[in-house]
């Protein structure tokens, strides 16, 4: 099996603070992490691998220091990590960044199954997993929370909706993207971290990879932003209840009746 | 499809919603995107067209004019049973291909979010995640489309100035269904798909109903949320029983998921589900930025905790300084008075 697992690196929201001048966020400083969702696809691509033999490829497009993101995957199982990262790639919006890893998953070669976090948590969209599928014109799963089993050329993997399961089963090779149900990814080893800061990383160029340069960055890119605004303050009046918990429940229950809402 | 010229964008006409049925329903977000749809067309001089793809779906056109389309296509096909993303994905392409809507819209739950982005890097088109606004310029025809970004710190407003169709989602409940009108009337446009090239599809092998999957409190229009404050399972019952007697669901911070006090599904924030509730309800929940950006666009959201000064206080409409856990229980007695 050959498994490439997609990880961006996000900023780490923890501490965002706003700025009350320019209502920005603060970014200086700021830490950058493993997008929470995507440590979930590489707990799953590694325990793939160790069940069916082959090799877990880490895979991601950004700054060069998004470089960290591959050593911490390979210190927590990955074999090997490459990045993606040029002046060329910047400004791409999902559409022209699906093109871009699924260009480096063709120039990979012989993938057999591509897993994808359920979203990034800054971006938030969940469309490049289903991208990626789109411009390999592969099948795919999203919101997987269990692959429970891989044959010759096919996967079965449990989906999650809104109100039920479906067991279905995908031919190979396939794009799975995959919610924090799925498994609880492990803790590195010395060993893996050892590994890690060994590891060399090739970062790839968009000739690398045989991209197209009209389909990357802000000209690959149909989306525009236009404008970004701090949202509306909500305009709040807090009513204050204080008093004996049967007082407080009263009159809680009052309002709430007041406005409509029980 | 790139249109870079006025006459390229000229081609392309009407405002499309793609429909979702539900176990053979018609999803709700479906009505309240052809509310949106209709504005949008009425701006366009244009139609509202739905949608409806899936083996059976024409059962399920008639509600779709009364709540404001113009025109239904139906494409119903035993071949589209159960939720086959890349066929339905092929089909939708063709009929971008054929038809030229100018926008497309589609709801941002499991389905619309797996569909749609296979449709948006197919037919070359840009696509926005989760839209809380939708304006058109009437001269130009271009979509303002108004998002969340950064965990809901900032509002983004995007525009596809050079590519057409407009694709957007949109959470349910964020946008208004009309009154439905069961006089209206519409054209129905049957197409079908015996033509395609179909594949070996995805083969469904099972499908299970569930109340307990992380998904559905995004659907919740009341939400009665716990933290850490809750001091541990037995709190979580309490909640519970509140939450049954308003008909709510159960939500928590990660706190609480984390100390295995209530499963992952349960799960507000950053790292579980988005929820716009009508009224949220946090009980010992502190407020840190990962949960509010899950919930911050609830309609009114009451907090309970016995600090006075937390975030969440500071932000809800409705603050009760006090222990919850003797609050929750009045509660509960107050409300059966009713
Ligand atoms: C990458 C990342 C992702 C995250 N994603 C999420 C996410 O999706 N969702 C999420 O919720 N968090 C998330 N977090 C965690 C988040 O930062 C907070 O740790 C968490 O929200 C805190 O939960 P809490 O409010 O229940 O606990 P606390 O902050 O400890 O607050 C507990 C509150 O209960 C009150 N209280 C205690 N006892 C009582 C009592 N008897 N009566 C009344 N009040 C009482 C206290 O005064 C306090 O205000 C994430 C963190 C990271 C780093
Ligand atoms: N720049 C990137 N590099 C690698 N993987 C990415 C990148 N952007 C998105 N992904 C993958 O796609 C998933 C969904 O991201 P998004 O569509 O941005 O919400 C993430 O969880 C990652 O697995």
Known sequence: MKLVVCIKQVPASNDAKIDPETKRIIREGQKAIMNPFDTYALEEGVRLKEKYGGEVIALSMGLPKAEAVLREAISAGADRGILLSDRAFGGSDTWATSYALAKAIEKIGDVDLVICGKQAIDGDTAQVGPGIASHLDWMQATYVMAVDGIEADTVIVKRMHEDSYDVCELRLPAVLTVVKDINTPRVPTLKGRLAAQKSEIPVWKPEDIGADPDKLGLNGSPTRVVKTQPPEPRHIDTLRIEGAPRECARALVRELKRRGLV | ?338
């Not at chain 2, 779906?57 to 296509?73: H, N, P, Q, W």
């Not at chain 2, 271009?142 to 525009?159: C, E, V, Y």
């Not at chain 2, 409190?217 to 001091?231: N, P």
């Open chain 2, 1 to 338: 499809m790139i249109a870079k010229t006025g006459i390229e964008r000229a081609e392309y006409r009407n405002i499309w919603v793609i429909a979702e049925l539900k176990s053979g329903e018609i999803h709700p977000v479906t009505h309240e995107l052809i509310g949106a749809a209709r504005g949008l067309a009425d701006a366009r001089n244009s139609e509202v067209w739905t949608v409806l793809i899936g083996a059976g779906a024409s059962a399920g056109s008639g509600s779709l004019f009364a709540y404001g389309a113009d025109t239904v296509i139906v494409v119903d096909d035993p071949r589209l049973n159960g939720f086959q993303d890349e066929l339905e994905a092929k089909v939708l392409v063709r009929l971008i291909k054929k038809y030229k809507p100018e926008v497309v819209l589609c709801g941002a739950t499991t389905r619309g979010r797996a569909l749609i982005p296979r449709v948006a890097v197919a037919a070359n088109c840009g696509l926005t995640a989760d839209c809380t606004g939708l304006s058109i310029d009437p001269e130009t025809g271009d979509l303002l489309q108004t998002r969340p970004a950064f965990g809901g710190n900032i509002l983004a407003t995007i525009r596809c100035p050079n590519h057409r169709p407009q694709m957007a989602t949109v959470r349910p409940r964020v946008m208004k269904a009309l009154e439905p009108d069961a006089s209206r009337r519409g054209r129905i446009i049957r197409e079908s798909i015996l033509d395609m090239d179909t594949g070996k599809g995805k083969k469904i092998i099972e499908i299970f109903k569930s109340r307990e999957t992380a998904l559905n409190l995004s659907d919740a229009q009341i939400i009665v949320a716990g933290g850490r404050g809750m001091k541990g399972p037995e709190g979580f019952k309490l909640l519970k029983e509140l939450a049954s007697k308003v008909g709510g669901a159960v939500g928590a911070s990660r706190a609480a998921v984390d100390a295995g006090w209530i499963p992952y599904a349960h799960q507000v924030g950053q790292t579980g589900q988005t929820v716009q509730a009508k009224l949220y309800i946090a009980c010992g929940i502190s407020g840190q930025i990962q949960h509010l950006v899950g919930m911050q666009s609830c309609e009114t959201i009451v907090a309970i905790d016995k600090d006075p000064d937390t975030t969440m206080m500071q932000m809800a409409d409705i603050a009760i300084i006090g222990d919850i856990l003797e609050i929750i229980p009045e509660i509960i007695s107050e409300l059966d008075k009713l």
